[in-house]
């Protein structure tokens, strides 16, 4: 890590350092022979010295010589007053007052003064080395004093001008960087400092370097506010360290688990179903809701929150809530513990009877709204539905929303309760009187009333009476005179139409009517004017391949076969025409099918007269015992009968 600080620095100053290296030894050798000089010439050599500086001015040689004048005899006899031998005694004596250091390292020093740009500190070497104030930090820096040790970084030994080279800062770093590697390794607790958010987490001040604290690595709970961590002071545990990328992980969680874990084995051991803990939220989702309850997770979901009906977790609880949960199951395989809230509550179904009896008055709030209908929570826990068919009396609802919506607030009435199924059915048409109870008076049977017609079926016509009162007019009760293979052949929605009403099923509520019974009968009349036998004469409205239908005096149509014909036709359309005159006799009356037959055919008169005398035997036969009399009188009207048919045989 050292030589990785000062990487550049000796890249840059190696070819210097080796060029200096002669220089300085000489340097070395003329400082050592020139205090082994005499203590005279030393003391003559410092009051010139003195006296020149004092005076600040410089000498220049003038031809004039001043004070005592030395041959280079003499000068040279001074300093042979040392043998070779002493000479090399005197220089190792004052090596060995120097301290073996290298470079690169971290050595102690002494202050020897403190300035407001530099602390001069000596370590023991030939010269005093430098260290920039800035280097320290202000508290240490303000007690500072000459004498104090201090631990300095050697960066050099002497640069170009054979300063020493010290630095306090990459002291700093490199115990700091020993310090974390040390804490690495024995998982040892550190202090540090939170000094900004990040993103994914913080960066923590560790003895003046940089470590990464992930967002995960803070709590063991999530934290929501990374910003309130800012500025603290807090134990760190180092879990992964890089040196070489200067790249330092610490975790606060860590030491949090460590001291749960002897409390969530505790809990572990103890934990059963039907107990009855107290945790804090430690996150909510959307299916339920993560509770700590001290080293052990539990999940509350969302359908143990409350009896009622819960959209969110968040209607209930809120993050870092303190609450009492009970143990609903633990599994002992997997850990996992299954949490409860409602269960500490009374079930909202116990005596429902009692609390919702039936007819009675409600209010309730509309939760859902299905196609079927609408669900209204009367309480927590306590649901009833209004059917679309219990919503009005009158309207004709399609779907509940035409008359709810959710989360409004209605009144309805209690119809049942279903205990064992904890169903409840409720009504809000009940809050009205009921418009069946008197319909019987409304209406009558037989009475007549118009109505409209609100909805057409291939059996028939629906018609509103009034609001919420309708009535069904079959098909077959259109109209006297003509066969309805479907209603919008006679009518069309929204028309009005006149009815009868011909019958009323309370028990089903159901009302037939018809639309022909407003009119007479006209089938009696026909029969009366058409019966077997009669001779009839009308216009061709319409040919056929198989024959004609005749218009009669009445209004109504009869058929004439082409084979009733008196005279065989090849073709019916070259024969006659639409608007001919037709005579013939009747030879088919069925009135329940409303069809009338006709024939020119002479053998087909005496089967009609045969089936006229056959009915009217038929009609006169009565049930029971006859009286004399009745016999008497039956004889009689039989005799007359039977002279008059032979009357009409001779005349014809």
Sequence with gaps: MTEELNNKEELNEEAEAAAETKETEAAETAVIAEEAGSEKQENEDEEVAVAAEEENTIHTFDGEVEGKTYTFDELQAASEDYTDEEFHELAGM??????????????????????????????????????????FSNKVLENLQPGDEVEVFLDRVEDREGQLILSRKKADILQAWETIEKAHETGEVIEGYIQRRIKGGMVVDIFGIDAFLPGSQIDVRPVRDFDAYVGKTMEFQIVKLNMQAENVVVSHRALIESDLEDQRQEILETIEAGQVLEGIVKNITDFGVFIDLGGVDGLLHITDLSWGRVDHPEEIVRLDQRMNVAVIDFDEDS???????????????????????????????????????????????????IHIS??????????????????????????????????????????????????AERYPIGSKHKGVVRNLTNFGVFIELEPGIDGLVHVSDLSWTENVDHPNEVVDKGQELEVVILAIDFENRRITLGHKQVQDNPWEQYAEEYGLGAKVEGKVTKITDKGMFIELPLGVDAFLAADKLAEPVDSLKDAFSEGDTVAGFVAEFDEPSKTIEISQVEGELKKAKSKTRKKVKSENVETGTPTLGEVSGLAEKLAEKEKKDKEADEEE
Excluded at 101 to 117: A, L, R, W
Aim: hydrophobic share 35%; proline share 4%.
């Design 335 to 385: 850990k996992r513990v299954s949490l409860g809230l409602k269960q500490l509550q009374p079930h909202p179904w116990d005596d429902i009877d009692i609390k919702y009896p039936e007819n009675m008055r409600v209010q309730g709030r509309v939760v859902s709204i299905a196609d079927y209908g609408a669900f209204i929570e009367l309480e927590k826990g306590v649901e009833g539905l």
């Design 94 to 135: 004052y090596e060995n007052t120097l301290s073996e250091i290298e470079e690169k390292e971290i050595v102690t020093g002494i202050v020897v003064s403190v300035d407001e740009k530099y602390v001069i500190v000596d370590i023991g070497f030939k010269s005093e080395g430098i260290v920039p104030a800035n280097e």
């Design 390 to 439: 219990e919503m009005s009396w009158t309207q004709h609802i399609k779907h509940p929303s035409q008359l709810v919506q959710k989360d409004d607030i209605i009144e309805c009435v209690v119809l049942n309760i279903n205990e064992e199924e904890k169903k409840i059915s409720l009504g809000v048409k009940q809050l009205e009187k009921d418009p069946w109870e008197d319909l």
